[in-house]
């Protein structure tokens, strides 16, 4: 008789634990995140990773994701460059425009980096940039944010 009570009693669990219905939260906000921020381990003491690129590269692309469902139109999405993290001088070293454009039923962009080629003057300058968002689509707190590490080769030795 127990044996049966136990059976019982363990199909009447199944029974009403599976009609129990479960209302999952599902959030409907939209960020935007840099892909290197997502996949690099950030420097340390900062919040943010450093990628180190020579100044010879010309043209350096970011990816930047929309965390989101995808739009019907063009999004455009600014950023700034943050002066505490920047050693870099824009026009000397980089140019940058400030915004870029998440094509419609897209879910990537690119943000482009102008590095100028200063020659074999040695050392390196950073570059920290800082996505901002717009009206509707915010930038994700812990992944805004990257630094760019511009590389420049020592002059060849005089002889």
Known sequence: MKKILSIFS?????VFGSCIEQNY??????????????VTAPVA??????ISIANSIGTYGLQVNLVARQRDSDET?????VSEGT????????????SLVIPANSSIATLEV????TGEIGGSVDLLLELE????????ENYKRVQLRITRPSPPEEE
């Open 25 to 38: 939260p599902i959030w409907e906000g939209a960020e935007v995140e840099f892909q290197a921020a997502v």
């Open 87 to 98: 050693t870099a001088v824009e026009g000397t070293d980089y140019n940058v425009s400030g």
């Open 10 to 14: 363990l199909v009447m669990v199944f």
């Open 114 to 117: 102008d590095v100028i080629n």
């Open 133 to 140: 968002g717009n009206s509707e689509i915010q930038a994700s």
């Open 45 to 50: 003491g900062q919040t943010y990773p450093r």
């Open 77 to 81: 999405i600014t950023y700034r460059v």
